[in-house]
């Protein structure tokens, strides 16, 4: 094919680039499933962000043979921290409080991923905090991407003082699947 100048050549690169783009996408995959404790399964797309209910669990797979289950099992309000910190090193700033999510993680095939940094707690206003509490609370959540196996920990999110009903909202990794658990 000739190109007739410049401008065309630059139209064809575009479009190949939305193509490989698009094409990537679709064999990315992955997706996610929520499950009630009921043990019902409801199939959801995965650009669709799902709310469930405290105890329920969702089904991850990263498109890559991995696959894990998240479950909130529980949220918790706290206007101090979790140690015994003399100092009040670990409480939250003034005029804030921490939001502790309880989570279980759960590998199915391959190897989970864990990190308190996918989530993120959104008020009943719609505002969103994304500040990791630094507080020593137990089992501290970690990270990892090598997790086989069951991992149970607390998520600490530090929100505006009052937070205290909300959405606890799980960002998959890389971004495909969006779940939260209403509290």
């Not at 939305?18 to 499933?33: E, H, K, P, T, Y």
């Not at 502790?100 to 707690?121: E, H």
């Not at 009903?165 to 890389?174: N, R, W």
Request: positive net charge; aromatic residues 6%; charged residues 25%.
């Amino acid at each position: 094919m000739k190109f007739r100048g410049p401008a065309q050549m630059k139209k064809y690169a575009a479009i190949i680039g939305v193509v490989a783009l698009a094409s990537m996408a679709i064999a990315c995959g992955g997706g996610a499933s929520a499950t009630k404790a009921t043990g019902k399964s409801k199939s959801t797309a995965a650009a669709k962000p799902k709310t469930l209910g405290l105890g329920d669990t969702v089904d991850i797979n990263d498109g890559d043979g991995n696959k894990w289950t998240v479950t909130v099992n529980k949220v918790t309000y706290r206007t101090k921290g979790c140690g015994d910190d003399f100092d009040g090193m670990e409480d939250p700033k003034k005029g804030d409080a921490y939001i502790l999510i309880d989570t279980t993680y759960q590998s199915v095939s391959g190897k989970a991923s864990y990190n308190p940094l996918d989530w993120s707690v959104v008020d009943t206003k719609g505002d969103e905090s994304t500040d990791p509490g630094l507080t020593d609370c137990k089992p501290a959540l970690s990270s990892s991407n090598s997790l086989v196996g069951k991992r149970h920990g607390i998520v600490v999110i530090e929100v505006k003082k009052g937070v205290e009903h909300g959405t606890a909202v799980y960002q998959t990794p890389l971004g495909e699947t969006s779940t939260s658990w209403t509290f």
